[in-house]
């Protein structure tokens, strides 16, 4: 088989198949520029942004930096990552905080890309591309990666970035990608959110503003709370193992459908006495917009050419030994060519430049884990299809020597789904709805006592998926809630840590479907309604984020490719934590942001 076979056989998987009106939505190109009116006018490249809080560190220089990766990311599809040896802070650098800088650049025509950063198999960032302009557009994601310490300090690693694209004479977008590590210093670190720009000195005055010192205990612990990321990492891991695949294809595994189990033998250190599993999850081909798959039967029934099916209920799923310790329903990302690519420039969706990561604690089920034998973790996708890229980092703390650890309880069942799928032609309503109750319980006998880990989850998922007027409306109303508490206790039942994760994904979706002027031309409206809501609360801490997007638009489209069209978004960032407050709204109108409000007052 050559080359060009392959790609006829492999590009499926990445580009949508031709919309149908009476399929799921796709994936669009959006081929025309909304600035690109004038031809003698050269615009400045414009820059693309998601909406988020400012690191503590955004202000400050950082103690030393190094440039790892600098590549022009053309025609790499089918190829294994790009990978450059890491270079770790020099040992005279002393740093506490350390961020990874990913910064893009493209011009021309092209598809969405995903990506992901890893370092010897440990992934550091997923993100995805923004649609390029004949003008051109430039990013930056800047991610805390603190968490990875134990492996950013070494050398010996390589680092590798995979981002697959396809250049040829109508796809000329090349990716210009640089990747550099920042590392400061915790002295010179000023509580999170006191650095937002443009900050007057009455907001200041209105929060608590402490520039963090590393002497005296009390400003010590400050540091502590500016520096630990707050559960579960508030101290970075000793050690981290990548559950992830070989090089090749990139180290994410592509998970193909439900019965694929992606496994890795992980032999842990008896030393052990806390482990979290990190998931790094993304969505594409048939499964891209999994929240709007219908039912096989309504695809069999109307006699459909799209893959887009097996339903709306997807879940990725953790085993130890085959044994279900955690799932996760992931954040429904938008990639900039989703629902309608005119939303997401020059704002992108929530998560698109920096996916969520997922944390499953298995301190609980420590005592299945380190018996000082190997044990396989799998990675597993219920209801998927072709397909996702997952893999996950396993972080463990280390003690002097070694723990005694025991599961004494776990009961991890898998969700029960009721659904109910009924439909008339082309017209149907699909709903679901799912409940899980966990539960899991291990003591933990080390150097900081014999502690009690007790973990409690419930999540529930609801969707409704409605087709009206021969198929040509399409409505989503999807609901994912979690709730979590994880209390640790000591011998005397004295209280050492209780923790409480709530978590809300609340997605609406309208998709109207019309003949266009022109032949073979349609007219579509769309609404995307979604929020992102997240909430930990400690003891004596908590920290809470609310995200959400309103966007409408209408769009004249020929095959998968927007032709004209107009669309707004407002986002709503709100974040507040024990320090203070951070707020942004952004409002977006035909391409043009028509106010970027941000603001430190705690309302
Ligand atoms: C195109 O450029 C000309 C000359 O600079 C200007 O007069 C005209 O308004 C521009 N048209 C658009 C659609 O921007
Ligand atoms: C790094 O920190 C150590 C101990 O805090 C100190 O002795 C050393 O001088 C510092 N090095 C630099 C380059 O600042
Ligand atoms: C990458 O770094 C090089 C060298 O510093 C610079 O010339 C180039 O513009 C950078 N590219 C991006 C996308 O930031
Ligand atoms: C670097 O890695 C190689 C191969 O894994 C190993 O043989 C070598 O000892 C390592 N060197 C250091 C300095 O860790
Ligand atoms: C599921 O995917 C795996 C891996 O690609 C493949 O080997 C297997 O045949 C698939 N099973 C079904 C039922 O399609
Ligand atoms: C753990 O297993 C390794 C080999 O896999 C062995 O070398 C080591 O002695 C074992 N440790 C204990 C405490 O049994
Ligand atoms: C909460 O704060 C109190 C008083 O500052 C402290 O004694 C206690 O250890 C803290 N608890 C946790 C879980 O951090
Ligand atoms: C789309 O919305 C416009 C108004 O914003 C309306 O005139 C048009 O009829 C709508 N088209 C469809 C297919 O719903
Ligand atoms: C976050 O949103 C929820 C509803 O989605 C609301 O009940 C809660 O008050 C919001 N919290 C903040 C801090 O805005
Ligand atoms: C979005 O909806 C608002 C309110 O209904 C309307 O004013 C605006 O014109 C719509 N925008 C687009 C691009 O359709």
């Known amino acids: 088989m050559n080359i060009a076979d392959l790609l006829i056989l492999l590009l499926p998987l990445y580009f949508a198949i031709p919309i149908q009106s009476s399929s799921s939505p796709p994936h669009f190109l959006k081929s025309f520029t909304q600035n690109s009116g004038n031809e003698t006018i050269n615009v400045a490249p414009q820059e693309y942004f998601e909406v988020t809080r400012p690191l503590p560190t955004d202000a400050i220089t950082p103690a030393c930096s190094v440039n790892v990766l600098d590549y022009n990311f053309g025609y790499t599809y089918g190829s294994p990552p790009v990978t450059v040896d890491y270079i770790p802070p020099p040992v005279t650098c002393n740093w506490s905080l350390a961020v990874l800088e990913f910064r893009a650049e493209c011009k021309g025509e092209q598809y969405d890309r995903i990506a992901g950063v890893w370092i010897d198999g440990v992934e550091l960032l997923r993100t995805s591309t923004a649609q390029p302009t004949e003008d051109g557009i430039f990013w930056t994601v800047r991610k805390d990666v603190t968490r990875y310490a134990s492996i950013i300090r070494q050398d010996n690693h390589t680092l590798s970035v995979m981002l697959e694209n396809i250049v040829n004479d109508e796809f000329t977008g090349v990716y210009h990608v640089n990747v550099s590590f920042l590392f400061y210093s915790g002295k010179d670190v000023r509580v999170p959110l006191s650095v937002v720009s443009g900050d007057s000195e009455t907001h200041r005055l209105n929060r608590k503003l402490i520039s963090v010192k590393t002497h005296g205990n009390e400003d010590k612990i400050e540091l502590d709370r500016v520096l630990n990321l707050l559960y579960p990492y508030d101290k970075p891991a000793d050690l981290i193992i990548p559950i992830s695949g070989a090089i090749d294809e990139g180290f994410w595994f592509r998970i193909q459908n439900e019965t694929d189990v992606q496994r890795k033998n992980v032999q842990i250190s008896q030393k052990t006495y806390k482990a979290v599993l990190e998931l790094y999850v993304s969505f594409h081909g048939d499964d891209e917009f999994w929240y709007m798959n219908p039912s096989d039967s309504y695809i069999e029934a109307n006699h459909l050419a799209t893959g887009r099916a097996h339903g709306a209920y997807r879940e990725v799923l953790v085993t130890i030994d085959g044994i279900l310790v955690g799932a996760v329903i992931p954040f429904p990302v938008i990639f900039t060519g989703g629902i309608n690519p005119l939303f997401w ?195 004596n801490d908590s920290r809470v984020l609310n995200h959400s997007q309103n966007c409408n638009g209408s769009m004249v489209i020929k095959g998968n490719a927007v032709l004209s069209g107009t669309a707004d978004n407002h986002q709503i960032y709100d974040y507040k934590d024990g320090f203070g407050c951070y707020s942004r709204n952004v409002d977006v109108v035909g391409g043009h942001v028509v106010g970027d409000v941000a603001s430190a007052v705690c309302a």
């Open 345 to 539: 420039e020059p704002v992108v969706s929530i998560g698109a430049f920096d996916l969520p990561s997922y944390d499953i604690d298995l301190t609980p089920f420590l005592g299945l884990l380190s018996d000082n034998k190997s044990h396989s973790i799998g990675l597993q996708v219920a209801d998927g299809i072709s397909f996702w890229l997952v893999d996950a980092n396993l972080h463990l703390w280390l003690d002097h020597s070694n723990v005694k650890a025991e599961t004494l309880k776990y009961k991890v069942p898998s969700m029960e789904i009721e659904r109910q799928n009924q439909f008339k032609r082309l017209d149907g309503e699909f709903e679901l709805e799912g409940e899980r109750e966990s539960e899991a319980k291990g003591l933990v006998t080390s150097s900081f006592g014999k502690l009690k880990i007790e973990y409690t989850d419930k999540m529930k998922f609801k969707s409704k998926l409605k087709f009206q007027d021969q198929g040509t409306r399409k409505r989503l109303n999807q609901r994912v809630n979690r709730n979590s508490r994880i209390t640790i206790t000591d011998e005397n039942g004295e209280l050492i840590q209780s923790l409480q994760v709530k978590i809300k994904y609340p997605l609406n979706i309208n998709i109207k479907t019309g003949p266009g002027s022109d032949p073979d031309t349609s007219i579509m409206n769309t609404t995307v309604v979604q929020g992102r809501s997240e909430a930990f609360y400690d003891v």
